[in-house]
């Protein structure tokens, strides 16, 4: 079963410091992995899509690694701010000839930045 | 450039009524998707649509129908609202499909008594 397991669920630290969220999956065939920032009361919005070939893709004080050996991923958050409060999504996309339907979203880690 | 935008933004709808959730994007998008999102759930997609004209089914599609008629616009319809259609919905839209970044819109706030 293709699955996506998010940890830790909920998260807070202190503004200025650095957290690791983490994503495990089992979805087959690979294609790629996205993560999303989800405000409270708004739609996700991307922050960093990865296909196969890639193992690292940076936006700002956000950096995604890859691994797709052992089928893991994380998201690190650099000099954490207030704004960084969110839910983070993390979602694999599997090879399904092109149908929206080859998307599996994980539950979200929400972290929450503590002044 | 708006995006995406969904109506309405919250509505509360009496159990057995006929409701339609509004999307419209502005990107020229092909794609278009609609989701709902329950606490502890994460977000499930219930249709999708690869392009104008063409529609499939998600994970959790019934008791939920959609229509392309054109690029921009992608209603979906409870034909009979039951309580466990109370959810928050998402719409989303991406340039070709599955490798493309997903724009998403607000969402609409859906409670069914």
């Known amino acids: 079963k293709n699955q996506v397991e998010q940890s830790p669920q909920s998260l807070i630290i202190l503004e200025g410091k650095n957290c690791t969220l983490q994503?495990?999956?089992?979805?087959?065939?690979?294609?790629?992995l996205r993560w999303y920032k989800q405000d409270t009361g708004r739609g996700p919005v991307s922050l960093t899509i990865?296909?196969?070939?890639?193992n690292t893709k940076s936006n700002g004080r956000y950096t995604a690694t890859l691994d797709a050996d052992t089928k893991q991923s994380s998201l690190h958050i650099t000099a954490s701010q207030l704004s960084d409060s969110a839910s983070y999504i993390c979602?694999?996309?599997?090879?399904?000839?092109?149908?929206?339907?080859?998307?599996?979203f994980g539950k979200g880690t929400h972290l929450i930045i503590q002044p | 450039i708006a995006g995406i935008t969904q109506a309405p933004t919250s509505q509360i709808l009496a159990a057995g009524r006929r409701m339609t959730l509004r999307c419209t994007q502005d990107?020229?998008?092909?794609?278009m998707y609609w989701y709902r999102q329950d606490l502890g759930l994460g977000l499930r997609l219930i249709h999708y649509?690869?392009?104008?004209?063409?529609?499939g089914k998600g994970e959790v599609p019934d008791g939920y129908s959609v229509s392309r008629a054109n690029t921009d616009d992608f209603p979906l319809t409870l034909a009979s609202a039951v309580p466990s259609q109370t959810s928050v919905y998402f719409c989303?839209?991406?340039?070709?499909?599955?490798?493309?970044?997903?724009?998403f819109g607000p969402g609409t706030r859906l409670t069914v008594l």
């Open positions: 990865m296909t196969f070939s890639e």
């Open positions: 990107m020229r998008h092909n794609a």
């Open positions: 649509s690869n392009t104008a004209g063409t529609t």
């Open positions: 989303a839209s991406s340039s070709q499909g599955l490798t493309d970044t997903q724009y």
């Open positions: 979602v694999v996309g599997r090879n399904s000839g092109g149908g929206a339907d080859g998307l599996t």
């Open positions: 994503c495990n999956y089992t979805v087959s065939p690979f294609s790629n």
